[in-house]
């Protein structure tokens, strides 16, 4: 497992810049981090970049307990990371129920966040969790093969609103479109406002 973290990390680095780690973020599954990646302004990102590292490497199997989800790591945007931030936490939240078999993730499906992180506000504008394809990333940062031939894709967990929602159960290139040419990105916080 060693190998494949540093496969990783040089890949995060790559395109992200230096990082530091905030050690083991999911207490439940120790092998599994919260990478941080501070704002750097020579590769464009003038926000935080959150990263798990080592969710990949643990079992996700799907709910019929059939066939295995393709490995994953999980990224977001956010402002800040001081303190008690909200997307340090919800990060943790979403790493932990990941990684337990039981629950039910699927790529581009919308989840309430509440089911992940019970503190979110009822009322809060951003709602519903999608884990989407990395669309504010270069190309070639969505997978990445290890020298064993099997391969870890990364994808973008977007908190996103009410109408943005709506909008992705209509189809969902018309979101990612909205989603990809905001500036900064859709930060991970309830309170943003909707892009529609």
């Not at 070639?140 to 977007?158: D, K, M, Q």
Request: charged share 20%; aromatic share 10%; net charge negative.
């Amino acid at each position: 497992m060693q190998a494949r973290k540093e496969v990783r990390l040089a890949h995060y680095e790559r395109f992200m810049g230096s990082s530091f780690t905030l050690g083991a973020g999911v207490e439940e599954s120790p092998f599994v981090d919260l990478c941080v990646f501070p704002p750097n302004p020579l590769k464009g990102r003038n926000y935080y970049t959150l990263a798990t590292d080592g969710l990949s490497d643990l079992s996700l199997f799907s709910p019929s307990g059939r066939a295995t989800f393709p490995a994953v790591e999980v990224l977001a945007y956010t402002e800040s990371v001081s303190g008690e931030a909200f997307s340090v936490r919800f990060m943790q939240a979403l790493a932990r129920a990941m990684a337990d078999p039981g629950w039910n993730w699927t790529e581009g499906r919308p989840v309430n966040a509440l089911d992940i992180d019970p503190a979110i506000p009822a009322d809060a504008r951003a709602r519903h969790l999608m884990l989407l394809p990395p669309v504010r990333e270069w190309p070639g940062f969505e997978v990445r093969r290890y020298t064993n031939g099997s391969e870890v894709r990364f994808l973008w967990a977007a908190l996103l609103a009410v109408p943005e929602w709506k909008a992705a159960q209509a189809g969902r290139e018309d979101i990612l479109a909205r989603l990809k040419s905001a500036d900064p990105p859709p930060f991970l916080d309830p309170t943003r406002p909707s892009l529609i």
